[in-house]
């Protein structure tokens, strides 16, 4: 009786430390879902506006010059932010497009 009361807190022993483990991991990943989420909160306001700017730019755009699409791209975020839809504020479309 005695041996299996001593077995059984040894494997409650073990089941805590694992326990205890699991929780320390979902800790840390708690916190990067956190970092995440706060990320993606503050990217969503600008995702309309950046999604014109990029339509914009690969259709219209395409044929000119690299200062010239700049320009037309500062012109078209301020008339978007004017009519209330924010875009990243240093649109670069290389960025958009690879996930940065």
Aim: hydrophobic share 40%.
């Amino acid at each position: 009786m005695i041996t299996a009361l001593h077995q059984e807190i040894q494997e409650c022993n073990i089941k805590k430390k694992r326990a205890d483990a699991l929780l320390r991991g979902l800790s840390a990943e708690k916190q990067k879902w956190v970092v995440c989420m706060r990320m993606l909160s503050t990217q969503y306001t600008s995702v309309t506006g950046d999604a014109l700017l990029t339509s914009g730019y690969v259709t219209l755009l395409s044929g000119f010059s690299q200062k010239y699409r700049n320009k037309c791209i500062q012109a078209w975020s301020k008339i978007l932010a004017d009519e209330g839809l924010m875009c990243t504020p240093e649109f670069a479309l290389a960025e958009l497009v690879a996930g940065g």
